[in-house]
């Protein structure tokens, strides 16, 4: 069975830009959310979505948004990029909407110069 | 304020010796807990979990223990090997198990020496 598989692995943006990131969940999964990453901040949840709802968001400013197609797969997106929003993002699949088990993907390293 | 912390940044162990990871949380309501490991330009992967009714769970060479009154949790790995050098997360989740009530800590970096 495929894994979680986020695309980009690497992305350079600019200050200002807007950059959308991709997720494909283990097939089957319904439940996918998105972590951020940073050296000094461990994961930091940012939203999860179930059957195309999004379920719960963590408490990140508006500039961040995502959603969840009818076949699981998921996009978030972050506009007006900032340098602070440099991190990596984390990707997680799940069978139902739970956290007792999630499988991550191998994340987006984005870098906002 | 962090509700989920791992004091230790690093650790540095001898193969063959015991690895103890250290976790202490704040928010009493938290009932389930997990532990994830993450190579480098990998995502984390699920290690190991407890629920709050057990003290104790045990799976191969880890085994994480809880202490609810001490609001503490640990994972040890016996014995530890080269392969298992990665950065643990600890992961608190409260009664809802839904995807915004789980809380990481900022990770503890083993490094496990040949």
């Known amino acids: 069975k495929a894994g979680v598989t986020q695309t980009p692995r690497y992305l350079i943006k600019t200050r200002g830009q807007q950059v959308t990131l991709s997720c494909s969940p283990i097939?089957?999964?319904?439940?996918v959310s998105w972590y951020q990453q940073t050296p000094g901040q461990g994961l930091q949840f940012l939203f999860e979505?179930?059957?195309?709802?999004?379920?719960n968001k963590g408490n990140f400013p508006g500039r961040f948004s995502g959603r969840q197609f009818s076949n699981s797969r998921s996009e978030m997106n972050v506009s007006t990029l900032e340098l602070g929003d440099s991190a990596l993002y984390l990707c997680?699949?799940?069978?139902?909407?739970?956290?007792?088990?999630?499988?991550f993907g191998s994340g987006t390293q984005l870098s906002v110069l | 304020d962090q509700q989920v912390k791992q004091n230790s940044p690093s650790l540095s162990v001898q193969e063959g010796r015991i690895s103890i990871l250290n976790c202490d949380y704040t928010?009493?309501?938290?009932?389930?807990f997990l532990w994830y490991k993450k190579y480098p330009a990998e995502g984390p992967t699920f290690l190991i979990s407890?629920?709050?009714?057990?003290d104790k769970n045990e799976d191969g060479r880890f085994t994480v223990f809880l202490n609810k009154s001490a609001k503490h949790l640990s994972l040890h790995i016996v014995p530890s090997q080269p392969g298992d050098s990665a950065v643990y997360f600890c992961?608190?989740?409260?009664?809802?198990?839904?995807?915004?009530?789980?809380?990481f800590g900022k990770g503890t970096k083993l490094s496990v020496k040949p």
């Open positions: 979505y179930f059957s195309e709802t999004q379920r």
């Open positions: 407890i629920s709050s009714i057990k």
């Open positions: 992961a608190a989740s409260g009664m809802m198990r839904s995807q915004g009530n789980l809380i």
């Open positions: 997680a699949s799940s069978l139902e909407s739970t956290n007792e088990k999630l499988f």
């Open positions: 928010n009493s309501m938290f009932d389930y």
């Open positions: 097939s089957g999964h319904r439940s």
